[in-house]
Structures are given as structure tokens and as C-alpha cells.
């Protein structure tokens, strides 16, 4: 098997085992059985079951909203992210309940980021603002964010991924453009 395709099963297969328990009783055993790779396997590709759900993790949220990072498309990042946790629910919240928030949180954080900086940088033309302005722009939308995110896991993602995302696209309408001219005013009386 190819390394990719090593890793692929591997997450499939801890993805198939968290359907039937807590992540904190699946065993590297357990894992490699399901895909039919050696435990040797197992380690040169990961360090132990966590280091394996924060790959999962971290390939399922990058690839989420890979191509929608502008002002206009966005709101289908965003869900595309939703939909990418909804899909993966098992882990999220085996991850968010028995290993590490933080885990959650800190993908979370920087994939809503990634959505996010373009979105601002976008939407910053012809704004006289500092790096660091739209810097702390971008990092309390994705603060806001991350907060409906983590209510959402919180309430075991009981709402749709399209309700969650129309619901924050229409709190925050034009409010990027409002934030940066704002953080704009800020800096000049500061200057």
C-alpha cells in the first residue's frame, strides 16, 4: 500500500471502530485488524491513536473548504467545514468528550482561520489598514466562529450543517467590510 493510501485505511478503519465504541477502548490492535496492516505499519505512519484522529481530523477539515475563500463563496466553506464535522461526528465527538477539546478547538481554529484571512484580505482593498489590523479582524471572526462551532458539538450537532451556516452568514451580512473600516478609524486616532 502506498503511504497515503496506508494512512487513508488506517483513519477508515478508526472512523468504522468509533461507529461501535469510545475511542478511549479501541487498541492499536483493534485498528490494524480492521485494515489488515501490521502494527509496525501502524507506526511508521503514526505515533499512537491520537496522533492518528488528529490526521483524520486535520485531512477532513483541510479538504472541507479548500477552494472557498472569498467574500463569495465563503458561506460554502463554512459549511463544507460543517458538513465535513457532521460527517466525521463520531470522531469529533469522541474527541471532544473523552481525549481533548483543544484537539477540536485548535483544528477548528485553523482551518476557520484559513477560511477566514482570505475573506478579510479581500475584502480589505482600498481600506488603509495594518497587517496587524486585519490580523486581529480576521481572528475575531474566526473567535465568533469557532463559538457557534463549539455550541454546535456541544449540543451534538443536533442542527443541521445548513441551518448552522445560514444562521451565522446572516448574522455577520457585511459586517467584515463594517469591522475593517472600523479597525481602520481605530488605528488612525491611534496614530
Not at 42 to 47: D, E, R, V, W
Not at 63 to 92: C, M, P, V, Y
Request: net charge neutral.
Amino acid at each position: 500500500m502506498k503511504s497515503d493510501a496506508t494512512k487513508q485505511a488506517l483513519a477508515n478503519a478508526l472512523k468504522q471502530l468509533l461507529q461501535k465504541k469510545q475511542i478511549t477502548k479501541i487498541t492499536i490492535n483493534d485498528i490494524t485488524e480492521a485494515c489488515g496492516i501490521s502494527r509496525m505499519t501502524f507506526y511508521y505512519h503514526f505515533k499512537d491513536i491520537y496522533d492518528l484522529a488528529d490526521w483524520t481530523l486535520q485531512e477532513a477539515l483541510h479538504a472541507a473548504i479548500a477552494e472557498n475563500r472569498t467574500h463569495d463563496n465563503w458561506q460554502q466553506g463554512f459549511l463544507n467545514l460543517l458538513e465535513a464535522l457532521k460527517a466525521h461526528q463520531s470522531l469529533i465527538l469522541n474527541a471532544y468528550r473523552a481525549i481533548d477539546r483543544e484537539l477540536v478547538e485548535r483544528y477548528m481554529r485553523r482551518e476557520v482561520e484559513a477560511l477566514l484571512l482570505p475573506v478579510v484580505e479581500e475584502q480589505a482593498a482600498g481600506i488603509k489598514i495594518s497587517e496587524k489590523g486585519k490580523h486581529r479582524v480576521a481572528v475575531f471572526y474566526a473567535y465568533a466562529f469557532m463559538g457557534v462551532v463549539m455550541e454546535w458539538i456541544q449540543r451534538n450537532m443536533a442542527a443541521s450543517p445548513q441551518e448552522v451556516a445560514a444562521t451565522t452568514a446572516a448574522l455577520i451580512h457585511g459586517d467584515f467590510h463594517n469591522s475593517l473600516e472600523n479597525m481602520s478609524r481605530y488605528e488612525a486616532k491611534k496614530a
